[in-house]
């Protein structure tokens, strides 16, 4: 089991690269960033997988914000950690 606290970190480290401007952050540096982060990822077992897949959906409870939430919510999918299938609508 991956803790919580693992995954909001890099649940927030997403966050601020889809939701900072480029003017505050490198663009071409936040797109290799996220793309070495989910390959990395996506080399864990399917246990693995399942817990942090479960723990990204249980710490996008934690956000205010609906946007932030649902990118939180979507991020197993769009890492690449799971099927397109099994991404739920949070609402």
């Not at 952050?25 to 077992?45: F, H, I, K, N, Y």
Request: glycine residues 4%.
């Amino acid at each position: 089991m991956i803790p919580l606290e693992v995954i909001k970190a890099l649940a927030n480290v997403a966050i601020i690269t889809q939701f900072s401007s480029w003017a505050e952050l490198d663009e071409d540096a936040a797109v290799q960033m996220l793309e070495q982060m989910a390959g990395d990822l996506q080399m864990l077992g399917p246990d693995d997988l399942a817990s942090l897949s479960e723990g990204f959906r249980k710490v996008s409870e934690s956000y205010r914000e609906a946007e932030v939430r649902q990118f939180v919510w979507e991020l197993p999918s769009a890492l690449g950690l799971e099927n397109d299938e099994e991404d739920a609508d949070l609402d």
